[in-house]
């Protein structure tokens, strides 16, 4: 997260708490991975909180550890874990073929950055109350493409209500962080992520409302033949 140590450490303990809570509401073994969601954005806010009070030269080892830890959250983690996660809540055929397509794009795209992670040196810098990854590699056409398939567009193909706000916010969110933030895009678009745990929350608390589970008429068509 963006602005601070102490708004990090803050906002990763409430989302911690917050995922304890949505793993103890989780039915079956298909709802853990989406109810694990929040736990996973409070490990990535208490990475960055540790990263910046490595700033300004306070420990360089240790700074370049907690960038890559945080990137492999942001790049590598999110387009591959988001559409498996929300395939493994999808009982409905047609969907679980649709999801299927995204996590196969999301995994495609977390390889792809992490080989450049690996290869290539990510440096983070702090200034302004944000921390700017330097990763120019993201920032590429069909990598952005593939990556926002996979975080932003799988959960609109879920049959379940609040899954697909999670997929709204985390629309709105990439384009306002890109809009006000772009420099420090990464950062700021996980805050936003972050505060989408309260959509994942939510699904747990009103989990039976579901959208109409029948295809679209472009697959009724397709089937017709």
Known sequence: ?????????????VLLATGAFTMRM???????????????FGVQQLI?????????DKAPVLKTVLTYLY???????W??????????????????KALMATAIGGTLVGLY??????RLPIV???GDGHIDYESPHFYVGIVMTLYVLGTCVSPLLSSHRW???FGVGAIVSFLAAGAFYLTWFISVWCFFAAAMSVIVLMFFLRRDTAVSPSPPQWASRCASF
Do not use: D, K, Q
Request: hydrophobic share 55%; charged share 10%; proline share 7%.
């Open 113 to 118: 950055l992490l080989y450049f992670l690996i």
């Open 79 to 96: 387009p591959i874990y988001v559409p498996v996660a929300v395939y493994m809540l999808e009982r409905v055929a047609w969907r679980r």
């Open 124 to 126: 983070a810098t702090a």
């Open 163 to 165: 899954v697909n706000w």
């Open 48 to 56: 960055e909180g540790a990263l910046w009070l490595t700033f300004p």
């Open 26 to 40: 989780a039915r079956n073994s298909g709802e853990r991975p989406y109810a694990l969601i929040p736990i996973l």
């Open 1 to 13: 997260m963006c602005f601070s140590a102490t708004a990090s450490f803050a906002a990763g303990t």
């Open 71 to 77: 990137s492999i959250f942001s790049h590598v983690l």
